[in-house]
């Protein structure tokens, strides 16, 4: 088994026919990902590497059964893109597309509490299962097929981390890239709760980081709720007050969003948080180990 | 992007909101015009985008045009806060019976519009979550219902007003959410809002933060992006799309991704050293953009050592050294850096650095050994300076 | 609320739609002078509050002012379904490539609007629905969110538009939603809707009709009414409050409650009697009402006898009884009238009724009774009457 | 048992200081239901009938434990009204006021998907379990308990057909006015199902009318879903196509929304259906009897 995604994922692409939805399409090809369709309007009966393009995702769906589905398309027109995706009925939604405004994913998000969707992201690395799906952007060839489950709101950090599990013979269930976003589709809890529902995952790794109280939710989360093992680390100890660091939401604005209140809350409720990444890959060592 | 007062006073004007006449100044003698038109008492403030300027001493009120001419003089070229005053908004005054404090922002966990009102206003909203946590109404919004009228009724019952105080928040209120939805603000904050002895609900201050990813529709907003107000390195960084914080360290740090940036800066304190900077050069190994980035983070005098760390995802690692190896040598820096290149191809991106790097360049196999060789090598060089 | 063609494109075209250029004419001079002022090939088109008009002679296509006057003397004072023409619109032509049938409607099941669209426009629409269905795109809105691109790139790639079809289409559909909104609609129709040879696609005829309900938000429709339209009776029941549909029979009905005076009207049409009307006369036991009422009742003169069928909720029944003795004794009416009074104090009603009652007026105990007995008077006055 | 409302009713008015709201606000104390506040913006710290007025639902609720609410509020502020109520928590609302704009339904329907409430109305009289609790504008006179429940697009009809029911002896369970308005809150089905599921309710009388194809769909349902005998009416076999009949909703505009259509399908169904309200209380009590 596997979260999110995984042989049964018939995986449709928003935006195949664009730069990087055309080249990450043949990287999740090459990964053996299940990819079904494409949309691009105006662009209904062509072919992407063999993949069928359509001019909407409802008539995509109706052709080929594709269950997931993941967005590139340009900042402007994503959100209608993630309304279409839910609109026919896709299980599971990756919007890799950064720059959306947070107006728009406060109307996508209030939309989406009604469904029975998961919405992953926007700005977002995707959902990679080792082995049986890459739904993502993240380079497939540091991952093996393993029982710990990865879930991160930052993209290079996750790859470095997920290299040094690797690196060390600890395979992934899926790792899920979550998205920087002051509002993203889905949090920490969620991911975590399917995590612990998942039987083939024996331990989690959280990669949390400055900005929001998203970490501080999950660390209660996991006290009460979960019995799988969380290992966490948090990066931005050294970034100062009021700086945007990159990503749009990890701008320190209150006293809960500083690194220091997110590892104070997660040692508060019994979870191993390590000081850096190769410390992540020693603490789920130690956890599995033992 | 933030606006300067001046600047969101005339766009929450343009949503309904009443504020008090006003003229903006770049010099003492246009202020003292100012003054001079809008007559009577009157207060310079300074134009800054950061709090706190009324501690700092940025705002005088004048009776008369000569007095704001001074202050005026005083207010213009100060530093607040490491921002400089270039501008001073000369405003017209008013007899005030009560202050509020009211803002709108994006609330991350709930995903919605969160509207905070206090009757303890003009004063440090943090303070008062602190202290008197009852005396802040809080209300969230369902985005796609706007809000609504029995929302208004619940924040002014709540609050305990009524009267003229009740009607002109109320009004306010959904004046104002109609300005966050429609500038795409992520924060409107109006700190003090005013009620005045002849019964008026004035917007007396006002932040207004437009969210950066909406400004492709709001071209006008993104017109009145000043780019004299951010350091100059800061602005050229953004200028070829890279991210770029200047910090007070000795060690400068580049690398790809905002979350492995931010790793790097606490695995070099955790080394000891300081960070100088903050850079994220993104995905990709593009010569000139990593050429870039060196010669801005070199160009900080006090960085004394360079570390890159690269975590080659979808990029390639012999790509990146190559393309790394091009930048060092286009830039021409003497400084110590130390390389340390992870992921796809790391190896063969290895060895491509090993055998051509100059003598300056340092290549180490993880982050924790990287970050340690050049937190070495800074006190090296500043060693080697001797007091520089 | 119904509006006439010309009242509907005005409206339309305010939201962006593109229409023909026409002159709404109440005499055929005016109609002579508007085809002149248009130039060209125009249409002159009957203005009814009713469909059909196309079969029943009310559009005609001429090529000069002459025509446009011949043919407006002989459309104005038509009538068409009962509805008498009054004005007519003198329209510009086009060259017309294809018609296309586009309406947005309140689908009360699914409480959302729905759209339709149909590559087969110019026709019934019912027609089609029953023998090509798949030539109908139905697309329901969220009304929250609005008509979304993805939905109106939908309808368009499923009906197989392309290029300027798709386009202008695709601009239609957005500007009709926001009039479907702005406007408070119940239904917007455009049948047809076209696309001209030169690639222009222009709404050729449209049906609005706003939501009684919403007109103390829409003044300016609101003062559209047309209240020369409405039978006279209707128009003087609307003004009172009172709710009242003529219809052929010869038994007049009165009743409280939609749901109670349909059910009457179901009951005398069992007994073997004709309803000659609907009328609600609401809660309430108002003598003024309840003879105004009867008083519009009893003008038709088809009326044979009189129904009135009242159940006394709220109000009690023994008021009922004096409201309806001071209405019959106000409005002195002859004609026989069968009064069933239930509910809440029927008895004491019906007492009082039976104590004070004049001759033509007689009481029932159940609906069914009363149906029955209001059915045979009404034949007793027919005979009684001869062959008036 | 009964359905909607109860003994355990906590009943709130909007708009308790109107004409319309005061009034029925008397009656429903008359019928012992236990209204516990009322709300009129501005008139907080007031009483009516002993009953204490709050400025807000929010304020209502927290003091009082209201569960359920009326509204009497005009119409410009009466869609303002529910949404007031299902923020703070209403389990059942029953919306009295009539000529709601049908747009701002629409947006009330959209939104009260989401939520456990249950909405009647607008446009309707009420709802009533004898003996337990009167939320409405019904004459609790004619009613009295019993085992048969009610469910009725009409207003004063149901009054006729309770009478009726009564006097020959067969009492309600619960009697609720869903409203003839084009959007309603709640239609046949979703009381039909609460019906089914009331071990007191034996038997269900439905009262249709022409309009919109609500008694199909109730049909279906029946058919399906429901052990729970059903006996139906529907009015306005002689209304003229095209024509209202008082009832905004109650226009015959296509095939589905005529009497006929609406009987043929409940016969079709297998539901008994009465030709006039009389018959109605006879095939009841047969069915009763039976």
Redesign the interface.
Known sequence: MAILVDDNTRLLVQGITGREGAFHTG?MLESGTNVVAGVT?GK?GQDHDGVPVF?????AAAETGANASVIFVP???AA??I??SL?SGMGTICCITE?????????V???I??KEATLIGPNCPGVLSPGKANVS???R??FAPGRVGVV?????????IV?ELTQRGIGQSTAVGIG?D??IGT?FIEILGKFEEDPETECVVM?G??????EQ?AAEFVQKEMQTPVVA?I??????EG????????IVS?GEST?EAKSEALRGAGIRAA????EVAELVSETLGG | MDLYEYQGKELLRSYGLETLPGIVAGTPEEASRAAETLGGTVAVKAQVLIGGRGKAGGIAVVHNAREAEEAAGRILGMDIRGHTVRRVYVEGGAEIEKEYYLSITVDRAAKKPLILFSTEGGVDIEEVAETKPEAIVRTHVDPLLGLLPYQVREIVFAAGLSGDAAKGVGRTLNHLYEAFEGLDASLVEINPLVLTKDGRVLTLDAKVTVDNSSLYRHEDIAELHDVEAADPQEQRAQEVGLQYVKLDGNVGILGNGAGLVMSTLDVVAQAGGEPANFCDVGGGADAEKISTALDIVTSNEQVESVLFNIFGGITRGDEVARGLLSAIERSGIELPIVVRLDGTNAEEGRRILAENTPENVHTEETMLDAARRAVELARGTRDSNGGR
């Open positions: 990287r309007p209904g001019n909407t995702v409802q008539e900042p402007p027109f209608d893109a309304f279409e609109d720059g959306i405004p947070v107006h728009d994913m406060m109307r998000a209030d939309f509490g009604t952007i993240m380079p060839d540091i991160s709101r930052s993209g290079t950090l996750t790859y470095q290299n920087g002051p509002i949090t990669i980081e400055i900005g929001g109280n998203a939710l680390y990066a931005g100890f050294t970034a100062p700086k945007t660091m990159g990503h749009a939401g990890a209150g690194a000081t850096n990444p190769s």
